[in-house]
């Protein structure tokens, strides 16, 4: 069974970093490229960042480029999200998903973290 | 970036009704790569249908999807309670992926 399971939410104060994991298992990590996407509160879906199975390849969405950074641990089968510079438009779940081989929609998605920007 | 524009924002049928629900493109979306998903409150989007119009595994066939090119629909038969929810599209036939807005089928 897949799965994708996140960690790392919490609360951080405006201009902070914080750090996200996703955990995965049931599948073969290294042959899949992994996503973040977020969703603010009571909001739609926004594909923040992602990275290949082998790490050389990644995307970030405009509203995190340079402030974000993506990569991954294939032999712990993790996937990290550093964030830096954090701000109130950051904070929403996040979600880990998985894009499906060969295409680009994701066909296994994690429960997601909650990030609150406040001080 | 393809904006999609999904309507309407919310639709109230009753179990056992047919929802109809649309999902328009700012510009064409190559090749048909418009994807469907399914959010109930406080858990993650599932995937529904992907192509435009093949069913995820496990989706129950009265799950249908259509369209091509800026118009695409995806119509749920006969409403069942676990079924009212949130849908959004997705298109990936272009970078940036993009989500639209989102539709929520209410119980009316």
């Known amino acids: 069974e897949v799965q994708l399971v996140e960690s790392g939410g919490g609360l951080v104060q405006p201009g902070g970093p914080l750090r996200l994991s996703c955990a995965a298992s049931?599948?073969?990590?290294?042959?899949?490229?992994i996503y973040w996407v977020r969703q603010a509160p009571g909001k739609g879906l926004e594909v923040v960042s992602g990275?290949?199975?082998?790490?050389?390849?990644?995307y970030y969405a405009n509203s995190v480029r340079g402030r974000f950074t993506i990569s991954r641990d294939n032999s712990k089968n993790t996937l990290y999200l550093q964030m830096s510079s954090l701000g109130p438009e950051d904070m929403a779940v996040y979600y880990c998903?998985?894009?499906?081989?060969?295409?680009?929609?994701?066909?296994?998605w994690g429960q997601g973290t909650l990030v609150t920007v406040s001080s | 970036e393809i904006v999609l524009t999904q309507s309407p924002a919310t639709l109230s049928l009753s179990p056992g009704e047919r929802a109809t629900l649309s999902c328009g493109a700012s510009?064409?979306?190559?090749?048909?790569?418009l994807a469907w998903y399914q959010q109930k409150p406080g858990l993650a989007p599932r995937l529904l249908m992907y192509?435009?119009?093949s069913r995820a595994t496990g989706i129950p066939d009265r799950f249908s999807g259509s369209g091509s090119g800026t118009d695409f629909t995806l119509t749920i038969n006969r409403l069942e309670p676990e079924d009212f929810a949130v849908y959004y599209c997705?298109?990936?036939?272009?970078?940036?992926?993009?989500f639209g807005q989102g539709t929520k089928v209410e119980i009316k």
């Open positions: 998903a998985r894009r499906a081989a060969s295409s680009f929609y994701f066909d296994y």
């Open positions: 049931g599948f073969t990590f290294s042959y899949s490229s």
């Open positions: 990275i290949s199975g082998n790490g050389d390849n990644t």
């Open positions: 510009q064409s979306v190559s090749s048909s790569y």
């Open positions: 192509a435009a119009s």
């Open positions: 997705q298109q990936y036939g272009t970078s940036p992926l993009t």
